[in-house]
Protein backbone atom coordinates (compact mmCIF):
# COMPACT_ATOMS: atom_id res chain seq x y z
CA UNK A 1 0.00 0.00 0.00
CA UNK A 2 1.32 2.94 -0.65
CA UNK A 3 1.20 6.09 0.77
CA UNK A 4 0.16 9.04 -0.88
CA UNK A 5 0.68 12.74 0.86
CA UNK A 6 -3.02 15.11 0.46
CA UNK A 7 -2.84 18.45 0.08
CA UNK A 8 -5.49 20.40 2.67
CA UNK A 9 -6.81 22.40 -0.22
CA UNK A 10 -7.91 18.99 -2.01
CA UNK A 11 -10.22 18.19 0.64
CA UNK A 12 -12.00 21.35 1.41
CA UNK A 13 -14.78 22.55 0.76
CA UNK A 14 -15.75 26.27 0.79
CA UNK A 15 -18.78 26.75 3.06
CA UNK A 16 -19.81 30.11 1.66
CA UNK A 17 -23.10 31.29 2.11
CA UNK A 18 -22.71 32.80 -1.26
CA UNK A 19 -22.59 29.29 -2.54
CA UNK A 20 -25.77 28.22 -1.33
CA UNK A 21 -27.78 31.21 -1.87
CA UNK A 22 -26.31 31.19 -6.05
CA UNK A 23 -26.87 27.73 -5.86
CA UNK A 24 -31.00 28.35 -4.69
CA UNK A 25 -30.87 30.95 -7.33
CA UNK A 26 -30.17 28.45 -10.14
CA UNK A 27 -32.46 25.45 -9.07
CA UNK A 28 -35.19 28.73 -9.05
CA UNK A 29 -34.39 29.19 -11.97
CA UNK A 30 -34.82 26.00 -13.46
CA UNK A 31 -37.98 25.70 -11.95
CA UNK A 32 -39.56 28.96 -13.22
CA UNK A 33 -38.14 27.92 -16.99
CA UNK A 34 -39.44 24.17 -16.64
CA UNK A 35 -42.82 24.46 -15.20
CA UNK A 36 -42.99 27.93 -16.67
CA UNK A 37 -43.88 30.08 -13.90
CA UNK A 38 -44.91 33.78 -14.66
CA UNK A 39 -43.08 35.29 -11.58
CA UNK A 40 -45.56 38.68 -12.73
CA UNK A 41 -48.34 37.09 -12.05
CA UNK A 42 -47.88 33.09 -9.97
CA UNK A 43 -47.55 33.47 -6.35
CA UNK A 44 -44.12 31.25 -5.98
CA UNK A 45 -43.71 32.02 -2.14
CA UNK A 46 -44.33 28.03 -1.50
CA UNK A 47 -41.92 27.29 -4.48
CA UNK A 48 -39.21 29.89 -2.67
CA UNK A 49 -39.61 28.42 0.64
CA UNK A 50 -39.33 24.39 -0.37
CA UNK A 51 -36.01 25.60 -2.49
CA UNK A 52 -34.48 27.41 0.83
CA UNK A 53 -35.80 24.50 3.29
CA UNK A 54 -34.24 21.76 0.77
CA UNK A 55 -30.80 24.40 0.69
CA UNK A 56 -30.08 24.13 4.20
CA UNK A 57 -27.71 21.68 5.74
CA UNK A 58 -28.20 19.16 7.83
CA UNK A 59 -25.32 17.41 9.18
CA UNK A 60 -23.55 19.02 12.22
CA UNK A 61 -20.66 19.05 10.40
CA UNK A 62 -21.48 20.97 7.50
CA UNK A 63 -23.56 23.95 9.56
CA UNK A 64 -20.61 24.09 11.90
CA UNK A 65 -18.51 24.72 8.88
CA UNK A 66 -20.68 27.40 7.09
CA UNK A 67 -21.09 29.10 10.94
CA UNK A 68 -17.13 29.20 11.00
CA UNK A 69 -16.82 30.84 7.59
CA UNK A 70 -20.12 33.02 8.38
CA UNK A 71 -20.08 34.01 11.91
CA UNK A 72 -22.81 36.22 11.87
CA UNK A 73 -24.96 33.12 11.70
CA UNK A 74 -23.75 31.70 15.56
CA UNK A 75 -24.90 35.37 17.27
CA UNK A 76 -27.79 36.71 15.29
CA UNK A 77 -31.05 35.26 16.92
CA UNK A 78 -33.34 34.21 14.05
CA UNK A 79 -37.17 35.11 14.70
CA UNK A 80 -38.28 31.59 13.37
CA UNK A 81 -36.48 29.67 15.84
CA UNK A 82 -35.85 31.91 18.67
CA UNK A 83 -35.58 29.36 21.27
CA UNK A 84 -33.76 26.24 19.52
CA UNK A 85 -30.23 24.67 20.20
CA UNK A 86 -27.26 26.66 18.61
CA UNK A 87 -27.28 24.27 15.41
CA UNK A 88 -31.38 24.97 14.85
CA UNK A 89 -30.28 28.38 14.94
CA UNK A 90 -27.65 28.50 12.82
CA UNK A 91 -29.75 26.67 10.16
CA UNK A 92 -32.23 28.99 10.88
CA UNK A 93 -29.98 31.98 9.70
CA UNK A 94 -28.89 29.92 7.01
CA UNK A 95 -32.32 29.37 5.68
CA UNK A 96 -33.87 33.16 6.29
CA UNK A 97 -30.33 34.43 4.21
CA UNK A 98 -31.45 31.69 1.26
CA UNK A 99 -34.89 32.84 1.39
CA UNK A 100 -33.79 36.71 1.25
CA UNK A 101 -31.03 36.34 -1.42
CA UNK A 102 -34.35 34.46 -3.41
CA UNK A 103 -36.44 36.80 -2.51
CA UNK A 104 -33.64 39.51 -4.21
CA UNK A 105 -33.07 37.25 -7.44
CA UNK A 106 -36.91 37.57 -8.24
CA UNK A 107 -36.84 41.39 -7.65
CA UNK A 108 -33.81 41.43 -10.59
CA UNK A 109 -35.83 38.81 -12.58
CA UNK A 110 -39.10 40.95 -12.23
CA UNK A 111 -37.14 44.09 -13.14
CA UNK A 112 -35.48 42.54 -15.96
CA UNK A 113 -38.59 41.39 -17.56
CA UNK A 114 -40.84 44.76 -17.20
CA UNK A 115 -37.74 46.44 -19.01
CA UNK A 116 -38.16 43.63 -21.65
CA UNK A 117 -42.37 44.43 -21.55
CA UNK A 118 -41.53 48.16 -22.63
CA UNK A 119 -39.16 47.67 -25.03
Sequence with gaps: MSKEKYKL???TERYELAD????ACDELDDIIKDEELDILVDDISDTINEIADSNVPIYYYDIGRYAGNNSWLMTEIPEINPEGNAHDQIQANIYLAIVEGLHEHISEITKTEKEEVKK
Excluded: K, M, R, S
Excluded at 20 to 23: A, K, P, Q, R, V
Design 9 to 11: EDC
Design 20 to 23: LITE
